[in-house]
């Protein structure tokens, strides 16, 4: 999109820029910023719910969803602070994720590049079953990648020796899925996921020897809610999620030795909502109709 600027927080800016918050990114994540208002002021969502962000707690690090679990991705590229706060200045941006698949997927991707040695490797595993009252998948991703030396781009030839200017990573990814209807009326379900990703990049500088910047980011989270229909055309649902981010970031010279203890950053929301939405009568020109719902949130 036009619209996501790529000079906030990503792991192509990590360790080499401080503006836009970038050296704020511990874990040589990726963010979305959406009009280059700043990452903290684009809302992402996981099947419409928060996430715990990454780093010191202003991005959300979407390089930890797994790609073959995504349905499709719904973006809102106008403010939407009325609606959701004021960290969806710049738009919101929900990752909705598969439900309703029958079969066995594999996905296997390769690439690299034409300068250097970066190879990209990503596998992901389906399987999904629908029945008659209910369905279930869950969903695998493993991906490693190179890194990418500094000595290979024609414009950071000039520094230092062994620089690097993209981080080796290998990520794990795993999504589960489960619904089923308890009635006629009544249907329970419940989701979860599991990131893990390990990222290894040697920095150098003029105050400093070349050094390996390490960091671990673990990202898991869940949700379980129900669906009631009601009299008249009416509908309740009560959802509980809980999201959970934690980095441990450490900083060694080449022959392991550690520069310094490792710093352990871990954040977490949970939340509550509660909603119910139906006819109250109909008009000549229709059904008038109300929602009400109320959503309490703990980060």
């Known amino acids: 999109l036009p619209q996501n600027f790529g000079g906030g927080l990503s792991e192509s800016t990590s360790g080499l820029s401080a503006e836009n918050n ?26 419409g719910r928060r996430l715990a962000p990454a780093g010191l707690g202003n991005f959300v690090d979407v390089s930890m ?12 590229t106008d403010g939407a602070s009325a609606l959701y706060g004021s960290d969806a200045v710049g738009g919101v941006v929900n990752f909705i994720l598969r439900e309703d698949y029958d079969g066995t997927e594999t996905r296997l991707r390769y690439g690299t590049a034409t300068s250097g ?27 490693t990648r190179d890194p990418l030396d500094a ?8 520094a230092r020796p062994l620089h690097q200017l993209l981080p080796k990573q290998k990520r794990h990814s795993a999504f589960l899925t489960v619904g089923q209807n308890l009635s006629d009326t009544v249907k329970v379900f419940a989701d979860g996921f599991f990131s893990v990703r390990d990222s290894r990049q040697i920095r150098t ?29 009416w509908q309740a649902e009560l959802v509980a999620s809980l999201n959970q981010s934690r980095t441990t970031q450490e900083n060694k010279l080449l022959d392991e030795t550690e520069l310094a203890a490792p710093r352990i950053r ?12 139906g006819a109250l009568f109909r008009l000549s020109g229709g059904d008038v109709k109300l929602a009400a719902g109320g959503h309490f949130r703990r980060d």
Do not use: C, M
């Not at 969803?65 to 809102?76: C, D, F, G, Q, Y």
């Not at 000595?151 to 000039?158: H, I, L, P, T």
């Not at 910047?213 to 898991?220: K, N, P, R, V």
């Not at 871990?266 to 939405?277: L, M, P």
């Open 65 to 76: 969803v797994p790609l073959s679990a995504i349905n499709r991705v719904e973006v809102l």
């Open 266 to 277: 871990k954040s977490g929301t949970w939340s509550i909502d509660g909603k119910a939405d």
């Open 151 to 158: 000595a290979d781009r024609s414009f950071s030839q000039d």
């Open 205 to 233: 500088s003029s105050f400093s020897p070349a050094n390996f910047d390490i960091s671990e980011t673990e990202q898991y989270g869940g949700t379980l809610g129900s669906t009631i229909d009601l009299s008249h055309d």
């Open 22 to 47: 970038a050296d704020l990114n511990l874990n040589s994540g990726s963010g979305i910023n959406l009009r280059g208002l700043g990452n903290d002021s684009t809302l992402v969502l996981l099947n």
């Open 117 to 143: 040695d970066l190879d990209d490797i990503q596998l992901g595993q389906t399987f999904g079953t629908v029945w008659d009252d209910g369905h279930a998948l869950i969903s695998y991703e493993f991906q």
